[in-house]
Each structure stands twice: as structure tokens, then as C-alpha cells.
């Protein structure tokens, strides 16, 4: 009886750190799945191509800037959200736009911290800071340190970067 017990016991043990072993493994795969997905867009060249306009080719993907006055945002003064053009990432609230005078939409602040990366930008021999969408990489435009309280910055950002999703009444 003592060597059947030790037999199926054994057999039970290996079966449940099999069980288990899928089990853990089947968890790590669904975190690391999860954690694919929150991470940053990445696609080619060729792919954003497909998926953007020109002008949001342009800007986003070839650091372009477009004529100032020209945008479809400029002076946007709807209520609502301004998302990245290529992934969707919202950035910045209709709350938080002002009237720069510079054509491009102007924000004092980001919707929370996380939503762009700022890189030191030198090129056309002047040293400035680039906003760039955290989620997709795509050039936004430039954050100045001369905007209006409470934050003193101005995000200069192109409106072909942008979507805007208007507030639902
Ligand atoms: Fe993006």
C-alpha cells in the first residue's frame, strides 16, 4: 500500500507542478501580453505611410512644421480633447489651449506627464525643445518656457500632429 501511495502521490505531485507550471506560465504570458500593449507603437516607415495622411506623414513622422495660420486648429475654441494623429494618444485638454498669436495651437499644459517625451531639438541651428507623443513616437511640435500661469510653457504644437475629439453635450 505504502509503495501505491508513493506512486500516486508522486503522480499527483508531478501532475499538479505540471498544472501549475502552465498555469504560471500561461500568467506570464498574459502579463507580458498586457505589457505589449501599453508599450509604444512601433511600425515602419512604410506602415505610417499607409496609415497617415500626407501632411500627418509630415509632421509626425519627418518632423515637418506646417505654415503658421494654416491649421485646422489654430483657433479651434471647442470643448474637447486633442489626441495624436497617429496612435490616438490624448494630450491635451480644450481647457488648457490659449491664443498664442504664434498660427500654431498653443497648450500650457499636457493632460498628465506621461503623454509626451521633450528631446533637446538643435537642429535649423537653434537649440529648442521637441514634443514627441510618448505612445508612438511622433513629432508634435516644440515646448517654450514662455507661456502663461500657472505652468509659464507653451506647447507649439502642429495641428496636423492632432485630432480633436469634441466633448459630448
Ligand atoms: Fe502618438
New binding site residues.
Given amino acids: 500500500m505504502g509503495t501505491t501511495n508513493t506512486v500516486v502521490y508522486s503522480y499527483l505531485l508531478i501532475k499538479n507542478f505540471g498544472f501549475y507550471n502552465v498555469f504560471i506560465k500561461v500568467m506570464l504570458y498574459v502579463i507580458y501580453d498586457c505589457m505589449n500593449k501599453n508599450s509604444k507603437?512601433q511600425k515602419t516607415e512604410k506602415e505610417w505611410k499607409e496609415t497617415l495622411s500626407s501632411d500627418e506623414f509630415c509632421i509626425l513622422r519627418k518632423k515637418g512644421t506646417e505654415p503658421p495660420f494654416t491649421g485646422k486648429y489654430v483657433h479651434n475654441k471647442e470643448k474637447g480633447v486633442y489626441t495624436?494623429a497617429?496612435?490616438?494618444?490624448e494630450l491635451f485638454s480644450s481647457d488648457v489651449k490659449f491664443e498664442s498669436g504664434t498660427g500654431w495651437p498653443s497648450f500650457w499644459e499636457t493632460l498628465s506627464n506621461d503623454k509626451v517625451e521633450l528631446k533637446t531639438d538643435t537642429s535649423h541651428g537653434m537649440k529648442r525643445t521637441e514634443v514627441v507623443?510618448s505612445?508612438?513616437g511622433?513629432h508634435l511640435g516644440h515646448m517654450f518656457e514662455d507661456g502663461p500661469q500657472p505652468t509659464g510653457l507653451r506647447y507649439c504644437i502642429n495641428s496636423a500632429g492632432l485630432h480633436f475629439k469634441k466633448t459630448k453635450l
Fill in positions: 507603437i495624436c497617429a496612435c490616438g494618444n507623443c505612445n508612438c511622433g
